[in-house]
């Protein structure tokens, strides 16, 4: 059951917190053979903040599964943030999985209900954003 299962490593920096060197032991104890991996990395950690730049896939980090991005997304970003996240990924031979949680929030707050219009707004963008990767 565990190998068609995805463990997720949730992957947060921010001031002195950095937990690429917690992935990294885990990728080194893996010996590479743990295909079904997913770190996600979320420099916001759900406040809604861009990433100043996004971070480098490590090595070992197995090729051919996901790897996740977070931070800042909304819909007025939603098209320049899934374009760089999936060239990142792809790059390392990966494909890119996306979170957003405060850009379609009340006041873009997390703790806050569900904004239904900058919810649907950004799923436009997004699909939009996917139609046109998908007739490339």
Not at 48 to 56: A, F, Q
Not at 105 to 131: C, H, M, V, Y
Request: overall charge neutral; hydrophobic content about 40%; charged content about 20%.
């Amino acid at each position: 059951m565990f190998a068609s299962s995805i463990p997720i490593l949730a992957l947060p920096r921010r001031g002195d917190i950095d937990s690429l060197p917690f992935l990294q032991l885990v990728l080194d104890m893996s010996k590479r053979t743990m295909s079904n991996l997913l770190a996600f990395f979320d420099n916001s950690a759900g406040e809604g903040v861009e990433p100043s730049r996004i971070p480098d896939i490590p090595p070992g980090y197995p090729a051919g599964g996901p790897i996740g991005f977070a931070g800042g997304i909304r819909a007025e970003n939603v098209k320049e943030w899934l374009s760089k996240y999936h060239s990142k990924a792809a790059a390392a031979g990966c494909w890119a999985i996306c979170d957003a949680q405060s850009g379609f929030r009340k006041k873009g707050n997390r703790g806050e209900p569900i904004d239904l219009e900058e919810l649907t707004k950004l799923l436009q963008q997004a699909f939009e954003w996917g139609s046109l990767l998908a007739g490339a």
